[in-house]
Each structure stands twice: as C-alpha cells, then as structure tokens.
C-alpha cells in the first residue's frame, strides 16, 4: 500500500463506523469508491503542482536560487531613489526574476514602482545614425538587478530626449522659442512661489525636481513623486497668453 494511501486510513475508518450494512448493503463501497475517486482527483492535483517532479537536490537548488534573488531584490529596494536616476540615457543590462537579461539604453525608471524603460538601438542598411528599433518596459517587481555597460549618456541623449516628441521638437527646435519658453516657464513656476534657478539649460527647484528642454511636463523628473506631480501640474497649467510674469 502507498504511503499516501496509508494517511488516508483514519478517513476509511470513520466512513466503516458511518456505514450501516445493514439497512444498505451498496452503502459501504460507494463511500469507499468515492473516497478513492477524490484521492485519485488529489493525487492529479498535487502532480500538476510547479517542481513537484523535482529531484530533492533540483528542489534544494531552485530554493537556493530564489533566496539569492530574494537577497539580491532587498538590497535593490534599499537603493535611493536617486541612484536610480543616475540610469538616466546610460546603457544597462536589467537581469530580471525569471533569469532573463535585457540591454538597452534607459529612457526613463519609474521612482515609485522603479519599472525600467530601456530602449535599443539599430542602424539601418545604408545609413550612418543609429535610430530607435525596440522599446522595452521591464516591471518593478520582476527587476533583480541592474547593471551598468555604458555610462555615456550623450551617447543617445538626443534621441531619446525627442522620443515621444518629435513634433514638439522640431517645433521648438531654434534656440530663441527654447530660451523664450524656458523663461516662461521659470517664470511661472516663480509666480506659484517655486525657488527655481536656471543652471545651463535646465531649470533647478531647489535640487528636489528638474525641467529640461523642451520644458514640458515630460521633460520633468524628480525622485520624489509629490514634488514630481507638483511641478508637471503648474507647467501643464501655464496659461497660453503672456500674462504669467514673476510678480
């Protein structure tokens, strides 16, 4: 008799006390038969459970793996936010839970749910510039680690700067509507009592939030997601006429 049978005898037993042979004599092997379907039914289940055909040594080994990815992800979750942002336009290899890699250039890291953006690069045939061929959102949760392969950022900064914009772009391409709008934009952020300061061409709120050219609501990024909010609702709010001058 199978282990998994001898467990069950207690149940048998207490269905023969139930039985009354007696009044029906079918009584007894239907229960008994209906017992057997639901351990047959039981049995089929448990086979079908992820590594239960394992060998104890693979079990012993995905265990053994899953408390590395376990360590690996907590030491991930302590990071700064900030350091995440250091990612920004460099090039990486994201390794994540199920064990696969992915390489690409970073287009943005979510400071919240810390999902990365990567996106590729390829030239086509007959063409000297590397253009955007694939865009690929690994989930925080599924992220174990991320390491770095090229730190160059202006590498690709261009291009994926205008990624999602190119209209915008092109339209805001000459030097003086940049100038023309990042002043509009400092100087509406100053109005709502924001202590911006210019520092090239980027707008600097107190070292807590940054707007890059072209100074939209996309173009913001901040490690704090309050500040973050804050500042792309005042820049989508900028009124369309000129009357937004710093009081």
Not at 88 to 117: F, N, R
Not at 170 to 193: D, Q, Y
Request: aromatic share 6%; charged share 30%.
């Amino acid at each position: 008799m199978e282990e998994l049978d001898v467990n069950f005898l207690p149940i048998v037993y207490e269905i023969l006390k139930s039985c009354s042979v007696e009044k029906d004599p079918y009584e007894l092997p239907q229960k008994v038969a209906e017992l057997k379907a639901k351990l047959q039914l039981a049995k089929e289940q448990i086979a079908k459970l992820p590594g239960i055909d394992y060998s104890k040594e693979e079990q012993e080994r995905q265990l053994e793996l899953l408390r590395q990815q376990l360590v690996i992800k907590t030491e991930l979750l302590k990071k700064d936010p900030s350091e995440f942002m250091n990612h920004l336009h460099k090039e990486v290899c994201v390794t994540a839970d199920d064990g696969t890699t992915h390489k690409g250039w970073v287009y943005t890291i979510d400071p919240v749910s810390q999902s990365v953006v990567l996106v590729q690069f390829a030239t086509p045939e007959g063409s000297d510039t590397a253009t955007p061929s694939r865009l690929e959102v690994i989930m925080g949760h599924a992220v174990v680690n991320i390491t770095m392969v090229n730190s160059q950022t202006d590498t690709y900064k261009k291009e994926l700067d205008r990624l999602f914009r190119p209209k915008l772009m092109e339209e805001l391409s000459g030097r003086e509507e940049l100038e023309k709008r990042k002043e509009k934009v400092r100087s509406w952020l100053a109005m709502n009592r924001m202590p911006v300061t210019v520092a090239g061409e980027v707008l600097n709120i107190s070292d807590a939030a940054f707007v890059e050219p072209p100074y939209e609501a996309e173009n913001c990024r901040s490690t704090n997601e309050i500040i973050l909010g804050r500042i792309q609702g005042l820049i989508k709010n900028i009124p369309k006429t000129d009357d937004s001058a710093e009081c």
